[in-house]
């Protein structure tokens, strides 16, 4: 059974993006206060209606109202009345709350062996020496089995490599102390940050980000974003951590009918600012690839060109609303978004986009063959939730009956490379046994040894210790990965077996 078309905008004809093409991702873009949230909670609430789960982060804290009927607003009611829509049924969607803070949702959280090497190198602002030597103490970690958990575990592992550089630098390449100070400062800051609290277990598990409820309506999981904001850095890569994680875990499906899963990425031009080649190009792969994933990622940022344009070349389905062009700069902004489009013989689109109201917008979505429509002017139609902030109230009842209550609430520390170590550090020498070696032996002595055998003590929630047929394919891809040898296959086999950016698959 095909799928209902999503009326996304009206005026003299109805604008509709079709389900078959909204993985063939998108982008949303306008100055502040054009109506861009409005955009994307239509369109949002639409993907949870026909039963696709759906991911926004609420950078200003007015999604929340998506999870409550609407059409109260005198506004609305004016637009219903303006494009003549009929049989308008306010309708609220099944949401769950997400806060790195743990504070307007549940818990969001990541092991640093997930986020990996390269995601953290770049929120840690680190140079190239820097961003190498990091990778080191990764794959020292990882070929010893020591897991890399949260903060300290991190700094315990840049503490021992940095300590025993001489052991290590005729195998890795040099380790120089400035780089392990570096690195070290850098955990510090993000600590104060508040980043104790997002590198812990049990660690989200994606599949909890697509649910359905009991109706078969998509879930809408909604990340808190307005505190988080205050470090951009931080929101940016968790996000493209979230991103890369989804690509790593979901299985291809092809073609479908609909999406698996709607991502949508606000403030989008945070995540290019400033952003490493090798980061961009594994980026520009993953919106490449994570379509056939099932997969539609939409972007939502003011300019069209805050977005690089292998990345803006796949997006099929734009909405531009207004800009403004107060300076020649502004004004090449203008044309640059207006070449974007598949030109309208009866649209000056360059002049409209500079003269569109608030709600209105320029849209070409993709026809039944996936080829870009002639853009057409239009206003967006008004949600059938509510438009703005719910209350404290709302939102702990909602919080305390969703789909996730109690899984993410507490902190699980098990063993990991901080205890490893500071047990190591612990044991007398004389106690070491002697056909071993001792503890230290046991941990650094075997090269791409899988560590070990205790097996680390089960979780009560989140996803479980991996079984002995994983623990056992870890160990063949971390010696197959040392016979590669070179930085770039490393790389491959760490995406292989975790995130495409470098994280690997929690153990």
């Known amino acids: 059974m095909s799928n209902p078309p999503i009326l996304l905008a009206k005026n003299q004809s109805e604008i ?64 219903l009345a303006q494009l003549k829509i009929a049989g308008y049924t306010p309708a609220g969607c099944p949401v769950t709350f997400w806060d790195v803070f743990g504070e307007k949702g549940h818990p969001v959280r990541a092991t640093i062996s997930e986020m990996g090497p390269l995601l953290l190198a770049r ?35 840049l503490q021992h490599v940095g300590d025993n550089a001489a052991q290590f630098t005729t195998q890795y390449g040099n380790i120089s102390p400035a780089s392990i100070g570096a690195i070290q400062r850098g955990l510090l800051a993000l600590e104060s940050q508040g980043a104790d609290q997002y590198f812990a277990e049990p660690a989200l598990n994606l599949d909890d980000f697509i649910q359905t409820d009991s109706g078969g309506r998509g879930v809408v999981n909604i990340l808190a974003a307005d505190k988080l904001m205050q470090s951009p850095l931080v929101y940016a890569t968790l996000l493209l951590w979230l ?23 606000d403030e989008a031009h945070l995540l290019f600012n400033d952003i490493p080649g090798p980061l961009l190009e594994r980026i520009e792969q993953v919106v490449r690839l994570v379509r056939s994933k099932g997969v539609g990622v939409y972007f939502i940022t003011q300019n069209p060109r805050d977005v690089p344009d292998n990345v803006l070349g796949q997006l099929g389905n734009r909405v531009q609303h207004a800009l403004r062009a107060f300076t020649p700069r502004d004004q090449k902004a203008v044309q640059t978004a207006a070449e974007t489009f598949r030109p309208n013989p009866k649209i000056n689109t360059a002049q409209a986009i500079m003269e569109l109201g608030v709600g209105e917008a320029l849209i070409s979505c993709l026809d039944e063959k996936g080829q870009p429509q002639v853009v057409e002017r239009a206003f967006i139609v008004p949600p059938r939730s509510q438009l703005g902030p719910i209350t404290p109230q709302q939102r702990q009842q909602l919080m305390t009956t969703s789909l996730v209550a109690g899984v993410y609430d507490k902190v699980i520390d098990r063993e990991s490379a901080y205890e490893k170590l500071t047990q190591a550090h612990a044991q007398p020498a004389a106690n070491a046994p002697a056909s071993g070696g001792g503890f230290w032996s046991s941990i650094f002595g075997g090269g791409a040894s899988p560590g070990p ?10 996803r479980q210790p991996d079984s002995m047929a994983t623990i056992a394919t870890k ?33």
């Open 453 to 462: 055998t205790t097996a680390p003590a089960p979780r009560s929630s989140g």
């Open 243 to 265: 991103l890369s994680e989804l690509f790593e875990r979901l299985p291809e499906v092809g073609d479908v009918p609909k999406p698996k899963l709607v991502f949508f990425f």
């Open 123 to 157: 929120l840690l602002l680190l140079n190239d020496t820097q961003a190498g030597v990091l990778n080191i103490v990764f794959r020292v970690a990882d070929e010893n089995g020591l897991l890399l958990l949260d903060l300290k575990d991190l700094r315990a592992m």
């Open 16 to 79: 509709f993006l079709l389900p078959e093409m909204a993985n063939r991702h998108g982008l949303i873009s306008g100055a502040t206060g054009t109506g861009k949230t409005v955009t994307l909670q239509v369109l949002a609430e639409n993907f949870s209606a026909m039963g696709v789960p759906v991911f926004l982060a609420d950078v200003k804290g007015d999604l929340a109202g998506i999870s409550q009927p609407g059409g109260q607003s005198p506004k609305v009611q004016e637009r």
């Open 475 to 507: 160990s063949v891809v971390r010696s197959v990965s040392s016979a590669i040898g070179s930085s770039i296959g490393r790389q491959v086999i760490r995406g292989l077996m975790g995130s495409i950016f470098g994280g690997g698959k929690r153990r």
